[in-house]
């Protein structure tokens, strides 16, 4: 007895499963190269805090490295200029309210040095500075 064999049948689902492979490598290579947040200019290690509050960055954030470089908004300023170029962002910011401030200092930031930063927002009439720490570890 002679069987006849049905001749295969063409699967369209093969170029779908193909398809479907290159999509999930590319969501995953972006999902590994891709920046939620972008980095920091300067290499900071912010002070250990036991605050739980969890606190909205101002509109300007000031970090201010260990070694005294300062940075407004991820440009590298010198500290001299750092009053004038506070001023120019608070006198076209949109807000009419007094203006707020983000500082990420490093932990082993000098107190003067802070100070310094402190007086030169208090002269500009900042009306809220807002410090940026870690939970403790």
């Known amino acids: 007895m002679k069987f006849i064999r049905p001749s295969p049948r063409q699967n369209d689902d093969n170029n779908l499963i193909s398809l479907i492979n290159v ?61 004038a170029i506070l001023r120019r962002k608070f006198e076209t910011g949109k807000s009419a309210d007094t203006p707020g401030v983000t ?13 310094d930063t402190f007086d030169i927002l208090r002269s500009l009439g900042v009306g809220k500075i807002t410090l940026v720490t870690d939970r403790t570890r």
Not at 29 to 48: K, N, Q
């Open 23 to 83: 999509v999930f490598l590319i969501l995953v290579f972006f999902m590994l190269m891709g920046r939620i947040t972008p980095d920091d200019i300067l290499d900071i290690d912010s002070p250990a805090s036991d605050s739980t509050q969890a606190v909205e960055p101002e509109s300007v954030i000031i970090s201010i490295a260990a070694d005294g470089r300062i940075a407004v908004d991820s440009r590298i300023i010198t500290k001299a200029s750092l009053g």
């Open 103 to 115: 500082i990420k200092a490093d932990a082993k930031i000098q107190v003067k040095r802070l100070n």
